[in-house]
């Protein structure tokens, strides 16, 4: 089977219709998230060809293929991450700009901020007395770093 896209979301669907319908999952690392071309195998051991035809890309929950008895969706490995729950502006202000100099993707949940884990950033916090938490979490995202040059 070759999936060409992404025929929904399971949130968006009606949960009558999920609750009575096989799944079937693929898992995938966060960073094969962008991957618009690759092979992957569901949980139930079926080989998928995802060949995307539009420039996107997937979530955790995209829905692959459906019918009547069956969804096939995306479910990501969770990752090591350090979640920054900085108290004030001034904090938020201070972890953003050291983030951004290193050019280290981020990304939100409520008021807390989700890096890859990085044994440089977990002394920076220390160092700037910041609150974190290290876990292991599943993202909807992949963590994409934004070409950028100082040149």
Do not use: C, W
């Not at 990501?76 to 979640?83: A, G, N, R």
């Not at 201070?94 to 290193?102: E, M, P, S, V, Y």
């Amino acid at each position: 089977m070759i999936i060409e896209k992404i025929v929904g979301h399971i949130d968006e669907l009606d949960p009558e219709l999920v609750a009575r319908t096989h799944k079937e999952k693929v898992y995938l690392e966060s960073s094969d998230l962008v991957k618009r071309i690759q092979r992957v195998k569901t949980d139930h051991g079926n080989e998928i060809g995802i060949r995307l035809s539009e420039s996107r890309e997937l979530n955790a929950g995209d829905v692959l293929y459906m019918d009547e008895k069956n969804i096939i969706l995306i479910e990501v490995f969770p990752d090591d991450v350090i979640v920054i729950e900085p108290r004030n502006i001034n904090e938020m202000g201070t972890i953003a700009h050291q983030l951004g100099n290193r050019h280290l993707p981020a990304q939100f949940e409520e008021d807390k901020m989700l890096v890859q884990y990085d044994y440089l950033v977990e002394e920076l916090l220390e160092e700037l007395g910041l609150p974190y938490v290290r876990e292991k979490r599943k993202v909807k995202k992949a963590f994409r770093h934004i070409g950028h040059s100082h040149g």
